[in-house]
């Protein structure tokens, strides 16, 4: 019987990871902690409105007898969150998150970290596919990157000093998917696929329903170190545009980049830096480690941006079907908490 | 962190190739290739160039082989020559990944157009990947940007063979090494000096030459594979021996460039 804590249960991964592991009879307990609301439908979850302070953390850790805890809070996109609130998240954030696991009487087993492949950054002179064991040539380019790097080099650190701690790290690639919104899926959703004029980058992307499917595997079978969470297959980003059906349009010039993205973001077109690093060099990643793990992705990325497509080409129907059905979190409490509600197979 | 190639067994776990695809991971496009390979490659190798090859059938035709070869010219023609001649000549054609500078990756155009015919990039990761896991052929040119930037005055005298990363990456993977003998490439674009324009374009170098192909005519001799499975365990670990071997496969190509240009009549009609 697993007893799992989820730290960023208002994020995207946090919920949807807690509604995979409810459906799971082996795991008897799942207890989610955010400073804000879930934002889905969540049954026998239990939801702690707390931040990242580790005092508080580690006191829930202790009462509820946790032994895994599943960390999905990382910011890894610079569009949702300012730079300071990522560093908080990231740096800061995973601290506290370890050292609420971490001391001599711990019951904490298991740690899975949420990371992500900007922690190889994108180079001139990267290797084709990055495998778990590289370091990147460089320092880290963006305040993003280094937030990142240094958030997986803290996990590292608590699993060298925790060695009966299960540590697993999952870096992931891109994800895409229809719930998702990330700058690629705003990139991937215009009209045209914009790109840097004379780069055609390599791209990796994986399904979201393949990152909640990882982030599983890691919490019911044990993973200790470090795997890269990509799908098979290295699409360049031309093929990408015609896999979705649109042109690539080279928006960007090489020369001046960061110049012209300036201009097209008072267009309300908004490329980070981290993205347009990948839209110059583009990254591959080594996935190998983690199907040798016994983890089986369910989609290439190929399929996964096919399946993406068809998103794409529903998305202004969906949009114009009226409002989708919205969770209503206080009805939910109230039907499984009330005393008033009655319970079948009560009397 | 404690070990840098992947464990053997990891080969088992390689992605599927999906057929429905062009591009392989590496970024090479069937279809770029393709054309590039009816057009220019086929007119170059046929009639500009009037290829001669010889020992075609030292290229194995299984497994991964290192083949190593001199290198020349502003824009050098001799690795799209030696695809061609595995392609043309072997008994069972087999794609060829060259190894290019990580120059070629940062720059606009040739970052797009260089993968799609088969260059990528020369990382050690990838030569093994290649060599290794992927049981390919990899062509590399240990003189890299020292052998083509030679003045034509300096034609045909080897540069040093790198610091033996060639050597160390076919132990690695335990692949033989066939060295290549070129000889036309010099007289195809030879370069006579260079300009100092090199920072205001960021080319790797800015030299004086022709801005076409002369029509020198090319002989590429293929000699006897050098197995690198025969120095006991890790033989990379043993500075001294891979700077051996790498001397002895430097000497060999130009032992046999000597003989070849001391046979030729002509620069242009061999």
Redesign the interface.
């Known amino acids: 019987m697993k007893r799992v804590l989820i730290t960023g249960l208002s994020s995207y991964w946090g919920c949807r990871l807690a509604q995979e592991l409810e459906k799971d009879p082996a795991i008897e307990t799942i207890i989610g902690v955010s400073p804000d609301d879930p934002t889905m439908a969540l049954e026998r979850t239990e939801f702690v409105r707390v931040g990242t302070h580790h005092g508080l953390l580690r006191r829930i850790v202790q009462a509820a007898e946790i032994d895994t805890v599943v960390d999905t809070r990382l910011v890894v996109d610079s569009r949702g969150a300012s730079g300071r609130e990522a560093h908080e998240q990231n740096v800061i954030g995973t601290m506290n998150v370890l050292a609420a696991c971490g001391g001599p009487d711990s019951p904490v087993r298991k740690v899975v970290f949420k990371s992500s492949a900007h922690y190889y950054g994108c180079e ?6 990055f ?1 778990e ?2 370091r990147r040539p460089h320092p880290p380019r963006t305040r993003l990157e280094s937030d990142i790097v240094e958030a997986d080099d803290a996990v590292r650190g608590f699993a060298e000093r925790n060695p009966g701690v299960t540590v697993t790290t999952l870096r992931f690639c891109n994800g895409l998917g229809p719930d998702l919104r990330t700058s690629h899926t705003a990139l991937l959703s215009l009209p045209v696929v914009p790109g ?5 980058p ?1 791209y990796q992307f994986i399904h979201e329903d393949d990152i909640v499917g990882a982030l599983r595997h890691a919490v019911v079978s044990d993973l200790p170190g470090i795997y890269n969470a990509a799908p ?5 980003l031309s ?1 990408v545009a015609s896999l979705l059906g649109k042109p690539y349009l080279p928006l960007l010039p ?1 020369w001046g980049t960061s110049l012209a993205s300036t201009a097209l973001g008072l267009a309300r077109l908004r490329i980070p830096e981290e993205v347009r690093r990948q839209l ?2 583009g990254r ?1 990643l ?4 983690l ?2 793990a016994g983890y089986r992705f369910q989609l ?1 990325s ?1 399929e996964t941006v096919q399946a993406f497509a068809e998103v794409l080409r529903l998305a202004p129907l969906r949009a114009s079907a009226g409002a989708p059905y919205r969770y209503e979190r206080e009805v939910e409490e109230f039907l499984r908490w009330s005393p008033s509600v009655r319970r079948r197979g009560e009397s | ?4 190639s ?1 464990p053997a ?2 080969r088992a ?4 190739v ?1 057929p ?4 392989t ?3 090479r ?1 069937e279809r770029v290739e393709g054309v590039m390979d009816r057009t220019v490659y086929d007119f170059l190798y046929h009639y500009w160039f009037r290829v001669e090859a010889e020992g075609i059938e030292h290229v194995p035709s299984s497994g991964g082989a290192l083949l190593v070869s001199n290198h020349a010219g502003a824009l050098p023609p001799d690795a799209a020559m030696i695809a061609k001649a595995i392609k043309e000549e072997h008994s069972r054609p087999r794609p060829l990944h060259m190894t290019v500078e ?2 070629f ?8 157009l260089v ?2 015919v088969g260059g ?2 020369a ?1 050690p ?2 030569v093994h ?1 290649l060599l290794y896991d992927e049981e390919q052929l990899v062509l590399v040119f240990p003189e890299g940007a020292k052998g083509t930037e030679k003045l034509y005055k300096d034609r045909y005298r080897l540069r040093r063979f790198g610091r033996g990363g060639f050597v160390e990456a076919a132990m690695r993977a335990k692949a033989p090494i066939v060295p290549i003998a070129v000889v036309g490439a010099e007289e195809a674009q030879p370069i006579f000096a260079h300009l100092p324009l090199r920072r205001l374009t960021g080319l790797l170098y800015a030299p004086l030459a022709p801005l076409v192909y002369l029509p020198a005519k090319f002989f590429i001799r293929f000699l006897e594979p050098i197995p690198t499975d025969v120095y006991g365990e890790e033989p990379w670990l043993d500075a001294g021996l891979v700077q051996t071997v790498a001397e002895d496969v430097r000497a060999r190509i130009q032992e046999e460039l000597y003989e070849m240009l001391a046979r030729r009549r002509s620069a242009w009609l061999g």
């Open positions: 001139r002179d990267d290797p084709s596919f495998t064991e590289m840097i004029l004379g780069f055609d390599r098979d297959g290295v699409l360049i093929e090489p110059r060099y591959g080594d996935n190998r480690r199907k040798q290439t190929r | 962190m404690k070990q840098l992947a067994d990891h776990y390689l992605p599927a999906e429905e695809r062009q591009v991971d590496w970024g496009s990580h120059f990756k940062g720059y606009p155009w040739l970052s797009m993968p799609k990528v990039p990382h990761a990838n990947r």
